[in-house]
């Protein structure tokens, strides 16, 4: 029995990019300069011109979109019904977002709280922060 | 005092050695040499609740049970696919806890609110299909597979079979052939996943099969039993933590308590500074068994962070790009703030 993993499929990134993958990023972000970057606590919201890939669309959690999920549930969210979520199949630790109208971030935490900030609309990739390892860790507070 | 590494994927690998994870791959094989027979034969299926090679891990509930009901040669196909489909075998003996709802296990969707594709949090559904948990290869894998029932060339009866195996391994978390013998493992009580696929769980077991025995991990590192309870990690003072012996233990555990209290404590030797505390800087903590290199900044509510990066890495906009997966410097720059 051929347990190898089929080869049509696509590859999947265990280490951080390489300079020469950083270089297509540029491009392949399509960076807006029309907005600026949002940065909430370990959550990069880099506004694009449009959302690319082979995406789903993610299901709200109740009237929040939660963009960036905590082990202490202490999520960053936005408003669902302003914005639709995507993940990208071949790689689900990338999420991109369409905000439709104006909404805020919101970090749902108490204590040591990530001042809200407004989204405006428009399309957006979420990136958390990450550490290096044999497989990137994603790093939140 | 040596700790292991248990990835998800590396710990359903070591359950039944050469055994066959629940993967596509493994789904396809299984069904493959099945269809292809002009009758379709039931196999005998041995049932273990928790795998002989983690007889080592603590029992709470009696010995390793090995349940040979469904070998019995008289149970008839219908009888061992609805075996499969009870439910209790796919209950989950576990409160959900609200507060770490995202990581622990919860009971199970129906099937037909399974949505492969809704990864929030890149697990969160992925658990659910097939009642097991998924990381990401597996998860495109499963799409593969989920998509190719409509491929040209695959009959209506085809389909048929290879849904029914889909179903009858829906409640197992490992299978693995013997020649006519399917041994399969019950799926375990709980298991408890961080975002990266480690066995992880801060604040009790990560996993607990199906006979009561535990497993208690750190982001996929086992913890031995004196540090097993939160307050004893808590209790440690940094010259203990960094005296550790296992040091991916001792850097978990570093992590847990938070780099910025190591770095308070011992000091750091500064690499590069950007001269804004929220862009930061890039320092070396000099550790028992090495130096370590971090990413040395204010977070938006004022507390001093100290990311893992690179040893390579010597300038705070490379780090930055770094721990924001390659996203450009420039990108991020353009940020009014960070809050």
């Known amino acids: ?72 549930g202490h999520h960053h969210v936005v408003e669902a019904e302003k914005a639709d979520g995507f ?43 990450t550490a290096p390892g044999p497989r990137p860790t994603v790093w939140s507070d | 005092m040596v700790a292991s590494r248990h990835s998800y994927s590396q710990a359903k690998r070591a359950a039944l050695g050469d055994g066959i994870d629940l993967t596509a791959d493994a789904i396809a094989g299984l069904w493959e040499p099945i269809y292809r027979r002009s009758e379709y034969d039931r196999p005998k299926v041995i049932h273990y609740d928790c795998p002989d090679e983690w007889s080592d891990l603590e029992i709470d509930d009696g010995p390793l049970h090995i349940n040979e009901e469904l070998n019995a040669n008289e149970q008839s196909r219908s009888d061992w696919l609805a075996h499969y489909r009870t439910p209790h075998l796919n209950r989950v003996e576990r409160d959900q806890d609200v507060e770490f709802g995202w990581s622990r296990n919860i009971e199970p969707p129906a099937r037909s609110e399974v949505v492969i594709a809704n990864v929030t949090g890149i697990f969160q559904s992925a658990k659910n299909e097939f009642g097991a948990y998924y990381n990401w290869a597996e998860i495109a894998q499963l799409k593969f597979l989920l998509s190719s029932r409509n491929l040209p060339g695959v ?119 950007s001269r804004d505390p929220y862009w930061g800087k890039v320092v070396d903590l000099w550790i028992p068994g090495g130096t370590r290199r971090f990413l040395d900044a204010m977070c938006g509510t004022g507390r001093r962070i100290l990311v893992p990066i690179e040893e390579h890495i010597s300038t705070v906009n490379d780090a930055q790009e770094s721990i924001h997966g390659g996203t450009p410097f420039w990108m991020l720059r353009t940020a009014p703030r960070r809050t």
Not at chain 2, 186 to 198: K, L, Q, S, T
Not at chain 2, 238 to 260: H, I, K, S
């Open chain 1, 1 to 72: 029995m051929d347990l190898r993993v089929p080869s049509f499929l696509p590859a999947f990134k265990t280490s951080s990019p390489t300079k020469k993958e950083k270089k297509t990023m540029d491009e392949i972000y399509a960076y807006d300069f029309k907005r600026h970057t949002i940065l909430q606590g370990d959550v990069a919201l880099i506004p694009v011109e449009q959302v690319m890939g082979d995406l789903v669309t993610l299901e709200p959690s109740g009237r929040d979109l939660i963009v960036a999920h905590s082990e202490t």
């Open chain 1, 87 to 129: 993940v990208d199949i071949e790689d689900p630790s990338r999420l991109w977002m369409t905000v439709r109208e104006d909404t805020q971030i919101v970090h749902q935490r108490e204590e040591f709280q990530h001042e809200a900030q407004i989204v405006p609309a428009g399309h957006y990739l979420v990136q958390r922060q």
């Open chain 2, 155 to 273: 009959t209506s009866e085809d389909r048929q079979i290879r849904q029914e195996w889909i179903d009858a391994l829906s409640s197992v978390w490992l299978a693995k052939l013997d020649d006519d013998t399917i041994h399969v493992l019950r799926r375990p009580r709980f298991v408890n996943i961080d975002p990266n696929g480690e066995l992880h769980d801060a604040h009790g077991p990560c996993l607990q099969f199906a006979n009561g025995r535990h497993l208690w991990a750190l982001h996929g590192i086992e913890l031995p039993a004196p540090f097993r309870a939160r307050k004893d990690r808590d209790r440690l003072k940094v010259a203990e933590l960094l005296t550790l012996e296992d040091q991916d233990l001792r850097d978990v555990m570093c992590a847990e308590r938070g780099w910025a209290e190591i770095a308070e404590t011992i000091g750091c030797v500064l690499i590069d500074d």
